[in-house]
């Protein structure tokens, strides 16, 4: 995991790809257009173009008849301006012939309606039929262009999301399940606990996917789903892919991610990639409290850099407004540079927007663009584009670094997916993505990197381990956390933990099930308070960990007994006043702490504040940093780059402390205190 560095994504070409979606097919009746796009690319410092993506209906406008003459003139202008492409297949949008002609390829949902032709994600998973005519586009694609000098990755699909529910995906779910089950359906009742509502099954013809005029209470058959749902995607995935990988083995692959949906088990995926890829579209909306939304911008990059330990691509964000959001706020100036560089900060190779040209129609043109309707470039947003190209230009140094994270946090999907399904402890705002931010946003605040990994992830190379409402604990995982302990690792979990297990039956010896021996605690009840309602916290005077003083609890509450853990915190209200809030518990050369409730955030900071310091947790610049203020480092072998973010609308003072850096954007010395402005950024290198 601790390579020191990774060679270019894309091969011998040690430079940010710095571009976007680009959609010449739009311009047909004007190729005059492409000519002034790539004139304008150059004046951007742009070299890399997304192109095919939803291009079917120009590629192939009546079945088996293919019309590539444009897509060869684009690839040409690519070559003679030296432009890098980022190919896609064209599969997440389909023409109105495949559909007219094969209905199976159109998507059903949940109430077993087929949809009309239109949108997006239409498509059915399992259809033999789409996968042929994919397969087909695919092939002829990559026999085209795979060897062109200028394709550089695939992108596949985009952004993949949603399920369909039509016949033939309902006999792939039934086959699946046979799998998953061995061919025993009494074993998929106990794992279902079907003599509840006397939903037992026997015959598998008889098990249908959830549905609002169905079934959609067995938590057991809704998880399994969810868990189809991600494995026909990938399937879908790889019979794309199939042609690509066969014709062009060199070339990467990658599917891009939409920023924090949890629909598919995004991890699950990463592992068919070459690279990963995402798409970020931040909420940085200029009010006094908008910089929190950074933490889980940040979260997400950290959460897409640990899926293959590697620099990812960032593949879409918005060069100036998002034309979706109930408020489609300007970008502020110099907001633009700050989010990109967090990105990098968080491992992203790459800058790619969403879009380069705006569309003179449809629902995405009033979305930001490089390019505007009125195709000058003495626009504001073109020229923070142009001002961002250049300061990507001079970091080529930083492509292909790497992070150091010593801290693990599993934010895990399966577990995410039965947390929402539950039905109590609290039914309003389940906040398992909200309270995972929460954990991680002390380290976000104090610059020290973080991996956000699945349960399956390995723990070795973290000191700290953190898992916040592991409500479900699958086979295996207690084991190893317990080895990570006994290691000499540190464990942090929360209320909420250890309940169930894979197929969501509850643990019977006591919650936190698996994790009870290893917490030393005995989790009785698990309170849920109002929205307005808190609960105070009291630190023992002595507790070592950095506590002091009441805090406050909201959301949950965990009626903890100690059994061999100690007590560090108690409540200080409600007919629990005494019991434990924080405990921890000695194994082998580590320990595990149990946190009982939703704590404050002066409680999550004086924490692991103290975890911090006393393991010795690098911090980017070994000084603690303004609120609204983070900072993340990128190694390349001894190199260090430090990425400096200010997410507040005020200008922050930073010390930098006893070290001397070189601000690579300005090139110039810089040491002592120094003034960030306003959503300003530096990139600082240590000089020797
Ligand atoms: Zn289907």
């Known amino acids: 995991m601790n390579q020191s560095s990774f060679a270019p994504i894309v091969r011998d070409y040690p430079h940010f790809l710095h571009g976007g979606d680009y959609n010449p097919e739009q311009w047909m009746a004007t190729p005059e257009v492409w000519d002034e796009d790539f004139r304008l690319l150059k004046e951007a410092h742009c070299n890399t173009l997304t192109v095919g993506v939803f291009s079917w209906a120009a590629l192939e406008p009546e079945e088996g008849r293919f019309t590539f003459d444009w897509l060869d003139t684009i690839f040409q202008k690519a070559l003679d301006n030296e432009v890098r492409i980022i190919l896609a297949t064209p599969t997440a949008a389909r023409p109105a012939w495949l559909a007219a002609k094969y209905p199976e390829v159109l998507r059903v949902d949940s109430q077993r309606r087929r949809q009309l032709w239109g949108g997006r994600h ?20 990559a026999q085209r262009y795979g060897q062109h000098p200028m394709t550089s990755v695939w992108h ?9 529910h039509c016949p033939l995906c309902q006999n792939a779910f039934r086959v699946w399940l046979q799998t998953r089950y061995n061919n025993d359906l009494d074993a998929l009742n106990r794992a279902y606990w079907a003599g509840f509502w006397s939903h037992t099954y026997t015959n598998w013809e008889q098990i249908e996917s959830p549905s609002p005029i169905g079934e959609r209470q067995v938590h057991g058959l809704n998880l399994d789903w969810k868990r189809f749902t991600t494995d026909q995607t990938i399937a879908f995935f790889r019979a794309e892919s199939k042609p690509l990988r066969e014709i062009t083995p060199d070339i990467p692959i990658t599917t891009n991610y939409i920023g924090g949906y949890a629909g598919l088990d995004y991890y699950k995926i990463a592992r068919e990639l070459d690279v990963v890829s995402w798409d970020s579209y931040p909420d940085y909306h200029d009010r006094e409290d908008s910089w929190r939304s950074a933490i889980f911008v940040s979260f997400l990059h950290a959460q897409r850099r640990a899926m293959l330990g590697k620099p990812f691509l960032l593949m879409e964000c918005s060069p100036g407004v998002q034309n979706y959001k109930p408020f489609c706020k300007l970008k502020r100036p110099g907001l633009h540079l700050t989010e990109c560089l967090q990105s990098v900060a968080g491992g992203a190779d790459s800058i790619l927007y969403f879009q380069w040209r705006k569309s003179l129609g ?17 626009t504001r947003v073109f020229a923070e584009v142009a001002e961002l190209g250049r300061v990507l230009e001079s970091l080529n140094d930083v492509v292909g670094s790497t992070h150091r994270a010593q801290v693990g946090i599993i934010y895990d999907y399966e577990n995410r997916w039965a947390i ?23 380290f976000w605040q104090a610059g020290v990197s973080c991996d956000i990994i699945s349960e399956d992830h390995s723990f070795d190379n973290y000191k700290l381990l953190i898992a916040p409402m592991l409500y479900m604990v699958r086979p295996g995982v207690a084991e190893r956390i317990e080895q990570f302990v006994k290691n000499g690792g540190t464990f942090i979990t929360t209320f909420l933990s250890g309940l169930t297990n894979e197929t969501d ?24 308070l109002y929205d307005d309602e808190s609960v105070p916290v009291e630190a023992n005077p002595d507790n070592g960990y950095g506590l002091s003083g009441t805090y406050q609890a909201k959301t949950y509450c965990d009626l903890l007994h100690a059994e061999s853990a100690q007590v560090l915190a108690t409540y200080g209200a409600q007919f629990y006043a ?49 609120e609204g203020v983070t900072a993340d480092v990128r190694f390349a072998g001894d190199r260090e780059f430090i990425f400096l973010l ?18 690579r954007i300005s090139g110039q010395p810089i040491s002592g205190t120094t003034i960030l402005p306003a959503y300003g950024s530096m990139v600082l290198e240590p000089q020797p």
């Open 362 to 378: 449809s629902v995405e043109k009033f979305h930001g663009a490089v390019v505007d309707h009125y195709a000058t470039s003495e």
């Open 646 to 663: 200010n997410f507040r609308r005020e200008a922050q003072t930073v010390e930098l402390g006893a070290q001397s850096y070189t601000d």
């Open 156 to 164: 596949v699909n985009n952004e993949y999301n949603g399920e369909c």
């Open 420 to 442: 929402e399904d539950s039905a109590g402890p609290r039914n309003k705002d389940k906040a398992y993505a909200e309270v995972c931010t929460e954990h991680y946003r002390p």
């Open 122 to 141: 239409n498509h059915c998973l399992t259809s033999p039929i789409y996968r042929q005519k994919a397969d087909i586009i695919n092939t002829l694609l």
């Open 505 to 528: 039956l509850c643990f019977q010896n006591g919650f936190p099930g698996p994790l009870r021996e290893l917490t030393g605690v005995w989790a009785e009840e698990i309170d849920a």
């Open 578 to 626: 005494g019991k434990p809030a924080l405990t921890v518990n000695n194994v082998g050369a580590g320990r595990a702490f149990y946190m009982a409730s939703r704590n404050d955030t002066r409680f999550t900071t004086d924490f692991y504040t103290h975890l911090i310091d006393e393991l010795g947790l690098r911090r980017a610049l070994g000084v603690a940093l303004p």
